[in-house]
Each structure stands twice: as C-alpha cells, then as structure tokens.
C-alpha cells in the first residue's frame, strides 16, 4: 500500500495555530501537502474566486516535514480546487480542513469556510473532514483537539469510505479528564438571530457592524449541540445534496 496522501487547509490562514495542530496529527499517518489562505477567511462558506486573479506561492520552513506547502489569496475552497488541479499528482486519499478556532456545528456549517473546504473535496470525490474546536482564542490548546483528529483521520485510513464523505466534526473546549469521548450526532436544528449595531463614521456616513445570537431551537440528545454541552467531540456525517425530498414529492401534487 503506497503511503496516504493528505491534504491540509483551512480558513483562518496558514499562519494559524489551529491548522499547525492538524498537520501534527496528519504527520503520523502519511505525506501531508498543505494549502491553505494567505490570511483569514473566516465565514466566506462556498464563495470562490471569479472577479480576480489567484495567486499562489510555495512556503519554506514553515511546516517542518511537510511534502510541500503553499498559501494562496483565495478562498478555502479556491486552496482546494487550486490543490487538485496545480499541486496534486494524484488524488489524495484523505482531505482535512480546520483545526478551526471556533465551533462550526449546527447551521455554521453553512457559513463556515472550513467545512465548505471539506464539503469541497467531497465533490472532488476525496474523502473529507472538517475539525473545529469550540474555543475562537488564538492561544487555545489544542491538545485534545489534535488526539480526536489522530483518531479520525486513522479511522477513515482505515475504513476508506465510498465518496461522497464529509464529515463534520466539532470538538468541545473542555480539559481532557472532563472529554466523554466521540459521539456520532445529527445537526441540531438551531440559527442565528442577526442584529445590526448601526454606527456613523468621522465623515457622517452610515456602516454597520453583524452581531447576533446563536438560538438552539433543538432539545434532542443526538445532535451535535447536545454533544459539544456534555463534552462529547461531535461527528455529523454531510451530505451536500440539498434536495428536500419531502417537498419533493408533496410539490407532484400541486397540478403545476
């Protein structure tokens, strides 16, 4: 068996802790390549890159051990259709996005640029996992973070599963005696109630900062929320299909 050939990125920038720590973890199962952002892409979800030029250089010394890194000024998702199309020779056999400071469970999957990587490689017919760890510090420790990711990334080695694969995986920011350890969850059904926190600039015009409140609407004990609360390390599988079945089949009816 030739060795695993992986690929690391992410949305925070390649200068992150968070993606340091997963190239830690994804060095004790294969040759790793890495590219990610130049700078923070936090939020972008599946946007790519249409209206400029990329740009894309390699890095040196950055990463020790690595097989080669680079940053781009694209999108997360531009760093994987750069990585595919430019970097790859072959199709690596494992895609790993994050570790991404933050959570990215519930309906943050649709907004995070970490798991729209993941989702990514998906469509590229490459196995896929998004890790995040809910804690947005620039100084979290990583250390239970990067064991969960060790245990995953070997076990989809292992397993290699069909494609599509994605998976989303949040881990809790939690000291490693209080970890219960890694449960397989459904998305929670939650979102974010927006505000606006209008203000006026030195010129007298007007601009506006986001804000909000992340709302669980979703008391099940198999979500990914119920999981990250009770110090579980939560695994979503993903599907990017977005067909509603449902509607679907009650939409035949309408005589249309």
Known sequence: MNTPLIL???DDGITAPGIKALIEAAQYFGEVVVVAPDSGQSGMGHAITISKPLRMLEVKGLFPGVKAAYHTTGTPVDCV???VDQVMHRKPDLLISGINHGSNSSVNILYSGTMSAAVE???????????????FSWEADFSLAVEVAKKMIESVLLHRPQPPFVLNVNIPNCAKSEFQGIKICRQAQAKWVEKFDKRVDPHGKTYYWLTGEFVNKDDGDD??????????ASVVPVNFDLTHYGWKEAIKNWNL
């Open 223 to 232: 979500t990914d929320e119920w999981a990250l609360k009770h110090n579980f």
């Open 121 to 135: 490689g998906g469509l590229e017919g490459i196995p896929s996992i998004g890790f995040s760890l809910t804690n």
């Open 8 to 10: 690391v990125t992410n």
């Open 81 to 83: 259709k750069l990585a």
